[in-house]
């Protein structure tokens, strides 16, 4: 059994990235996914049912996790005098990533719901394009072809966020010379 | 900038899932020579695919520094009751730290007012004076929150009570008749225990519960609780 969830909490943990909420602890719910298969594997009656059984618990433990979130964050009345400084939000808290690995990471996250988990699985050490198939429940060829667009999807969005930032640095540069340019003409 | 699947040109469609897919086997190192002919028959016509590619490449490379440290947190994460991986156990004794502290605390104050009555006798309670010794006596006739009060004075001095989280935590309001409205709510208390051993339960595959000792080296914590 151990053995089993050696293998495979890696692309759980790739599942929970895909459907977390930004704010959720990604370590929490890998530990509440580690408890459901304990207590719910006796559900799994065929053997080649246990990956796509484990990403459904995966998913639904991430969605339930989002929903008490908000829940938690709209519900809860605070009594006089107890604050408390909100915390980062940060899809992989506690690590120290570079701004460039940020930057596609949030990207990453925010892909359309069927390219976000084979791309994020793609990059996993040694997960072959047949393997996430098998956990996806699709062909290889629908994989690779989901990989492939949503990496391009990836690259547009960055680009495109890029030159975002770019033509308002422009606009406010020329913005200044203008003033400049008017002033000098009087 | 859209994400739109379909195409009204199936030919532009064709070329753009070929482009995507050469440029996605050269990122993943599977792709075979023929793709490669492909891909070089494509630059010759286009050759801003070598920067597409580039660009390709950079992402991938970022994206899987992210991966990697999300691939560091799994593989601290045990399945419960497994190989005990001393993380795992900090985690429960974190989940155990914050809520053990009330159960002892409401065992705690429960012991207190049971013993009331056959030690309270004739004994009143003093008011704003000192507390020092047993603080039984003068409990009788407190109001909860003088008693509670004393209990975090008096915990403070033999320093079996760390502090009182400012936090409340609302568990549930409802209005009454009377046009006020009743809050229960949850007050957290740390307190500190020295004990000669500790053990935590444990529940197997099977379900079987059972208890084994801690290892004192994997509770310590850091200051974040």
Same mark, same amino acid.
């Given at each position: 059994?151990?053995?089993?969830?050696?293998?495979?909490?890696?692309?759980?943990?790739?599942?929970?990235?895909a459907?977390?909420?930004r704010? +959720?602890?990604? =370590?929490?719910?890998?530990?509440?996914?580690?408890?459901?298969?304990?207590?719910?594997?006796?559900?799994?009656?065929?053997?080649?049912a246990f990956?796509?059984?484990?990403? /459904?618990?995966?998913?639904?433990t991430?969605?339930?996790?989002?929903r008490k979130? +908000?829940?938690r964050?709209?519900?809860?009345?605070?009594?006089a005098?107890?604050?408390r400084? =909100?915390?980062?939000?940060?899809?992989?808290r506690?690590?120290?990533?570079?701004?460039?690995?940020?930057?596609?990471l949030?990207?990453?996250?925010?892909?359309?719901?069927?390219y976000? =988990?084979?791309?994020?699985m793609r990059?996993?050490?040694?997960?072959?394009t047949?393997?996430?198939?098998?956990?996806?429940?699709?062909?290889e060829?629908?994989?690779?072809?989901?990989?492939?667009r949503?990496?391009?999807?990836?690259?547009?969005?960055?680009?495109?966020?890029?030159?975002t930032?770019?033509? /308002? /640095?422009?606009?406010t540069?020329?913005?200044?010379?203008?003033?400049?340019?008017?002033?000098?003409?009087? | 900038?859209?994400?739109? &699947?379909?195409?009204?040109?199936?030919d532009?469609?064709?070329?753009?899932?070929?482009?995507?897919?050469l #440029?996605?086997?050269v990122?993943?190192g599977?792709?075979d020579?023929?793709?490669?002919?492909?891909f070089?028959?494509?630059?010759?016509?286009?050759?801003a695919?070598?920067?597409?590619?580039?660009?390709?490449?950079?992402?991938h490379?970022?994206?899987?520094?992210?991966?990697h440290?999300? &691939?560091?947190?799994?593989?601290?994460?045990?399945?419960?009751?497994?190989?005990g991986?001393?993380?795992v156990?900090e985690?429960?004794?974190?989940?155990?730290?914050?809520?053990?502290g009330?159960?002892?605390?409401?065992?705690?104050? #429960?012991?207190?007012?049971?013993?009331?009555?056959?030690v309270?006798?004739?004994h009143?309670?003093?008011?704003?004076?000192?507390?020092?010794?047993?603080?039984?006596?003068?409990?009788?006739?407190?109001?909860? &929150?003088?008693?509670f009060d004393?209990?975090?004075e008096?915990?403070?001095?033999?320093?079996?009570?760390?502090?009182?989280?400012?936090?409340?935590?609302?568990?549930?309001?409802?209005?009454?008749?009377d046009?006020?409205i &009743?809050?229960?709510?949850?007050r957290?208390? #740390?307190e500190?225990?020295?004990?000669d051993?500790?053990?935590r339960?444990?529940?197997?595959e099977?379900?079987n519960?059972?208890t084994?000792?801690?290892?004192?080296?994997?509770?310590?914590?850091?200051?974040?609780f």
């Amino acid at each position: 059994m151990s053995r089993v969830w050696e293998g495979t909490r890696r692309w759980v943990a790739a599942v929970l990235l895909a459907h977390k909420s930004r704010t +959720t602890d990604l =370590e929490d719910l890998l530990q509440q996914v580690a408890l459901k298969v304990c207590t719910k594997i006796h559900e799994v009656r065929d053997p080649s049912a246990f990956k796509p059984w484990l990403r /459904t618990v995966a998913i639904n433990t991430a969605r339930a996790d989002g929903r008490k979130t +908000t829940r938690r964050r709209f519900g809860m009345l605070r009594l006089a005098g107890s604050t408390r400084p =909100e915390r980062e939000p940060e899809h992989l808290r506690g690590m120290t990533l570079s701004d460039d690995a940020k930057r596609v990471l949030d990207a990453a996250v925010a892909l359309p719901e069927h390219y976000r =988990e084979p791309v994020l699985m793609r990059c996993l050490h040694a997960m072959s394009t047949k393997q996430i198939a098998d956990v996806l429940g699709l062909p290889e060829t629908t994989v690779e072809t989901r990989v492939a667009r949503g990496r391009r999807m990836l690259r547009e969005t960055l680009e495109h966020a890029q030159n975002t930032k770019e033509s /308002t /640095t422009l606009e406010t540069k020329g913005g200044s010379s203008a003033v400049i340019g008017a002033g000098g003409a009087r | 900038m859209t994400h739109d &699947e379909t195409n009204n040109n199936p030919d532009t469609n064709l070329d753009a899932s070929a482009r995507d897919l050469l #440029i996605s086997r050269v990122i993943d190192g599977s792709a075979d020579p023929e793709d490669w002919s492909s891909f070089r028959a494509l630059a010759a016509q286009d050759p801003a695919i070598w920067s597409e590619l580039s660009s390709a490449q950079r992402d991938h490379e970022a994206l899987r520094e992210s991966i990697h440290a999300l &691939e560091a947190i799994a593989q601290r994460v045990d399945l419960p009751g497994g190989s005990g991986s001393p993380h795992v156990i900090e985690r429960r004794f974190d989940l155990v730290a914050r809520w053990g502290g009330w159960a002892a605390a409401a065992v705690i104050l #429960i012991g207190w007012f049971t013993g009331l009555g056959p030690v309270g006798g004739a004994h009143q309670p003093t008011g704003n004076g000192p507390m020092t010794g047993s603080m039984v006596p003068s409990l009788k006739g407190a109001t909860p &929150e003088q008693a509670f009060d004393q209990y975090i004075e008096s915990g403070r001095e033999d320093g079996r009570v760390v502090a009182e989280l400012p936090d409340q935590l609302v568990v549930e309001t409802r209005p009454l008749e009377d046009g006020t409205i &009743e809050v229960i709510y949850l007050r957290q208390i #740390i307190e500190r225990k020295v004990l000669d051993k500790a053990y935590r339960e444990v529940t197997d595959e099977f379900g079987n519960r059972y208890t084994i000792p801690v290892r004192v080296d994997s509770v310590v914590r850091d200051s974040s609780f």
